[in-house]
């Protein structure tokens, strides 16, 4: 029994780490810097952290397969391209409505998960997305009375793909890997991850100075631990033994952590509307561990 609740809170503690990642990245743009340049820190951190961790574990670079060698490749081309479209989004959209779209990943994730397993969501999966996406528009204090036909149709799309992209990664990080260890895993994700970032965003803080003389390197391991070691590994980890769909409703945890992150840290306001969605996502999340731990009981009982 433990067990099995131990790796649906790993993915929790997985998403809230990437919860604390906008606010992070929000000082670091007061402080002067591009959130580029934070996104590329970060990243460029987190794989120096995952190689440390791979020396000092005396990994071996293990032999792969074509299978394998893609699977990891993909899961770091996702990693890196939802930083740089949900990055892209909050360009030409309040963060209120981006994060929203973000999070569409929820049930995109579930309709995935069913195509490839060819099944019907189960009925608490079905009620614990609707939660989720009713909690999700309140959290993130969205105004309903608002006129959304002022945005641009760019930021639509760059949000919507960021939705698609994490949806996506959680479905590769479904697939265990054999032959390879949770901390190589990670190596290769973030050094994957690290390449595409360092293509699209700001790959110069290598040679300009700024990561070191300016400091922006303590954003950087922040950011590179909380957004990229951590997840990866807890991610890669747990979600083989849960499946991509319910890591979907798991990972819905991030958006309270924002919220709440966002108020201790950069002083935001908070409303009781964001109050009740953090509540209501909360019990989403919960929802499907706790109606299988029930059906697990009854079942149980059934048999003796």
């Given at each position: 029994m433990k067990t099995k609740i131990i790796y649906p809170l790993l993915i929790i503690v997985a998403a809230s780490s990437y919860g604390i990642l906008s606010t992070v990245i929000k000082v670091a743009m007061g402080r002067g810097f591009t959130s580029d340049e934070a996104v590329t820190s970060q990243y460029l951190i987190g794989f120096f952290l995952a190689l440390v961790c791979f020396i000092l574990t005396k990994?071996?670079?293990p032999k792969l397969g074509k299978k394998e060698f893609m699977l990891l490749l993909f899961a770091g081309?996702?990693?890196?391209?939802?930083?740089?479209?949900?990055?892209?989004?909050?360009?030409?959209?309040?963060?209120?409505?981006?994060?929203v779209l973000l999070f569409q990943f929820t049930w995109i994730g579930m309709l995935i998960d069913c195509i490839l397993r060819k099944r019907w969501p189960s009925r608490h999966e079905a009620i614990s997305l609707a939660i989720l996406f009713v909690g999700t528009l309140l959290?993130?204090?969205?105004?309903?009375?608002?006129?959304?036909?002022?945005?641009?149709?760019?930021?639509?799309?760059?949000?919507?793909?960021?939705?698609?992209?994490?949806?996506?990664?959680?479905?590769?990080?479904?697939?265990?890997?054999?032959?390879?260890t949770t901390i190589e895993r990670t190596l290769f994700t973030s050094f994957f991850a690290l390449v595409l970032i360092s293509i699209f965003l700001s790959p110069e803080i290598l040679w300009n100075g700024i990561l070191i003389r300016e400091g922006l390197w303590q954003f950087g391991l922040?950011?590179?631990?909380?957004?990229?070691?951590?997840?990866?590994?807890?991610?890669?980890?747990?979600?083989?033994?849960?499946?991509?769909?319910?890591?979907?409703i798991l990972s819905a945890m991030e958006l309270p952590v924002a919220v709440f992150a966002s108020v201790i840290v950069l002083h935001e306001a908070i409303t009781w509307l964001q109050i009740i969605g953090i509540v209501l996502i909360l019990w989403g999340i919960a929802l499907p561990t706790m109606l299988s731990e029930k059906q697990l009981k009854k079942l149980q009982k059934e048999k003796q």
């Open positions: 990994g071996k670079i081309i996702f990693t890196g391209t939802t930083g740089i479209v949900y990055g892209k989004s909050l360009n030409y959209l309040p963060a209120s409505l981006a994060v959290a993130a204090g969205v105004a309903f009375e608002a006129d959304l036909s002022n945005f641009q149709w760019k930021g639509w799309l760059f949000g919507f793909c960021s939705a698609i992209s994490f949806a996506i990664f959680l479905q590769i990080n479904s697939r265990s890997i054999e032959g390879i922040v950011l590179g631990f909380f957004g990229t070691i951590l997840p990866i590994f807890l991610l890669a980890f747990a979600v083989p033994k849960v499946g991509g769909g319910i890591a979907s």
